[in-house]
Nanobody
C-alpha cells in the first residue's frame, strides 16, 4: 500500500520561507508523478506544483511561480516544496498527492484522478 506523509508545515510571517517534505512508501513504480496541492478554508483543492519521475516535466501554478520550487529525490522517494516569499494567501492545508502508471503526469491536472494522498500539513502565513 502506498503511503504519503507530509511534514514541514507551520506558522510563518509574510515574506518568510518554509520547506515541505513528503515521504512516499510502498512505491514500486518507476513511472509516476508526485507533487503538492493545497486547500484553503472554503475553497476547492488546487494544484500548486508537481513533477514527473521520468522526464522531469514540472508544473507550477501561476500564483507560486518564482517563489516555490519543487524537487524530487527519486532514490529516496521524497518530494520537497521550498516556499519562499510567502504571502497570507498561501495559507492552506498542503497535501502531497501522486499518480502512477498510465498518463500519471497528465492525471495530476485533476485532483480527483490521483492515486494517493497524504494527510496534509497546515501552512499559516501571518501578515
Amino acid at each position: 500500500e502506498v503511503q504519503l506523509v507530509e511534514s514541514g508545515g507551520g506558522l510563518v510571517q509574510a515574506g518568510g520561507s518554509l520547506r515541505l517534505s513528503c515521504a512516499a512508501s510502498g512505491f514500486v513504480f518507476e513511472d509516476y508523478a508526485i507533487g503538492w496541492f493545497r486547500q484553503a478554508p472554503g475553497k476547492e483543492r488546487e494544484r500548486v506544483s508537481y513533477m514527473s519521475s521520468t522526464d522531469g516535466g514540472t508544473y507550477y501554478a501561476d500564483s507560486v511561480k518564482g517563489r516555490f520550487t519543487i524537487s524530487l529525490d527519486n532514490a529516496k522517494k521524497m518530494v520537497y516544496l521550498q516556499m519562499n516569499s510567502l504571502k497570507p494567501e498561501d495559507t492552506a492545508v498542503y497535501y502531497c498527492g501522486g499518480s502512477w502508471g498510465r498518463d500519471a503526469y497528465g492525471r495530476m491536472q485533476y485532483p480527483g484522478a490521483l492515486d494517493a494522498w497524504g494527510q496534509g500539513t497546515l501552512v499559516t502565513v501571518s501578515s
